[in-house]
């Protein structure tokens, strides 16, 4: 007995020590500002994820900067239509009409808001003529499909000259132009000038810009995630970013915008750390503008999501592309919370 009184002490020490150990996730804080003037960006699974919040929740949603992704609600709920979303079937692009079809009726359902809220956003879209991961006319198909929802063709801006690989275009850090691996940050020359792709597609969506920060005043706050979106069943992870300006702290009114990573590049993955949401240029344009950028996680943990990428494809369920989507709306109540409503 007393064996047994021994072995449970020595059981319930250890597993306090381990609890005491474990650091504390910090629930997200709230600040303040305008929830109308959010905006959204992303790279591969992260643009094709930007391109459904934007439609989704376009009645608050400002613009989104579209980085190597297909159109909306591509592929249908079956992951087998990846490769002609992602432009790999030579000629066999996306149909866009297909999809323009399959928003108006989720917008007459109410599962999405109303379509010509998307006559007033302002859209970039990106792609590489180097990239081999999402060709480009799988994104000419993006192209197309938001001209026909209804965007005017003064607020789209299409970069599609760039001869880069498949990653986001920072000023100085990552892999050279044409490359086609991770981190999927890479530095380019565009007119003998360093192309800095954040404040490119933050410019199209909220027009002129003070210049970006050269050191940072302001701070990135790791956050519990699992409050918003519990792994399990959504495939996001434990921890996510926010990077918030002094201003912001102080009490500033601010926007948010949701930078979306792609597939095998959020923080746990090996090699990429702080990469996406602490080296790109998004946090210095951030900084001097009152512009909060959320960095939320996905990670490899479901099935059918074996490389860490935002759902768009259907492995959460049948309603990924619609407001009530497990990870749309655990990014909508992200930016309730940030902006304090």
Known sequence: MN?????????CLLVGTIAAAAPTVASLPSYKGDYTQTS????SSGAFMA???QVAYSASVVGAGIVAGGPYYCAAGNIFNASICMGQVPFVP???????????SFAAAGQIDPLPNLQ???????????????RQQAVNSTVDFFHEIGVPSANLKYVNNVPSGHALITPSFGNT???????????????????????????????SLNPPAKTLSGK????????????????????AYVYVPKSCAQGASCKVHVAFHGCMQSAETAGVGDDFY??????????????????????????????????WYGYTGPNYAWKSGAQLSAINAMIHRLLGQ
């Open 220 to 239: 990135i706050v790791t956050f519990d995630q699992n409050e918003f979106a519990p792994a399990l069943t959504t495939g996001m992870a434990d921890k």
């Open 40 to 43: 959204v960006s992303g790279l």
């Open 3 to 11: 064996s047994l009184k021994c072995f449970a002490t020595a059981l």
């Open 94 to 104: 996306p149909l866009a009409s297909l999809m323009v079809a399959s928003a108006q």
């Open 51 to 53: 391109v459904q919040y």
């Open 278 to 311: 602490g080296k790109t240029s998004y946090n210095n344009w951030a900084d001097t503008n009152n512009i909060m950028v959320l960095y939320p996680q996905v990670n490899a943990t479901l099935p059918l999501n074996s490389g860490g990428c935002w759902d």
């Open 177 to 207: 132009c044409p490359t086609n691996a991770t981190p999927y940050v890479s530095h380019c020359t565009v007119d003998k000038v360093s192309y800095d792709q954040p404040g490119a597609l933050l410019t199209q969506i909220y027009g």
């Open 120 to 134: 007033n956003a302002h859209v970039y879209v990106f792609s590489g003529t180097k990239d081999t991961v999402v």
